[in-house]
């Protein structure tokens, strides 16, 4: 499980801060301190991945235990439709430079996104 100092999801998966809504093994949840839907959950894997382009072949199990973990959180939510989102890279929005899923749920959501 490596930690980066200066990265705020590492320390929130560390429990430095916030509340970690899901942890195992492999990987961490907590809710978005600025929600764009009703049900905004942020799904990170414990160790520090910077981006999906940095996610490779040897991450597979994490890669589907970050899928799985998303259905499971939101089936536990009883979200009826919902939205998995990666950005990946500052162009595409990535903020927070530690790997991390979106699941949005609780609105209608449109297609294709900004
Ligand atoms: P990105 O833009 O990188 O895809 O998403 C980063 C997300 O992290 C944003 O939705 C933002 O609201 C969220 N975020 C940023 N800082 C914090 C924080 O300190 N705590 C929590 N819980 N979420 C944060
Ligand atoms: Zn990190």
């Keep these: 499980m490596s930690g980066v100092a200066d990265c705020l999801f590492c320390k ?3 429990g430095k801060m916030g509340t970690l809504t ?3 093994d492999l990987v961490a949840a907590f809710e978005d301190i600025n ?3 009703p049900s905004h ?3 990170v894997p414990r160790e520090h991945i910077a981006s999906l382009a940095d996610l490779g072949g040897d991450h597979e199990a994490l890669a589907g235990r970050l899928l799985a973990t998303a259905s ?3 089936a536990q939510k009883k ?3 919902y939205r998995v989102v990666i950005n990946s890279g500052a162009s595409a929005g990535q903020s927070v430079f530690h790997l991390h899923l ?3 749920g609780g609105r209608p959501f449109h297609w294709p996104p900004g």
């Design 12 to 14: 929130i998966v560390a």
């Design 22 to 24: 899901h942890q195992d």
């Design 35 to 37: 929600p764009q839907a």
């Design 41 to 43: 959950t942020l799904i």
């Design 72 to 74: 499971r959180l939101a």
């Design 79 to 81: 979200l009826k439709g």
């Design 102 to 104: 979106h699941l949005l």
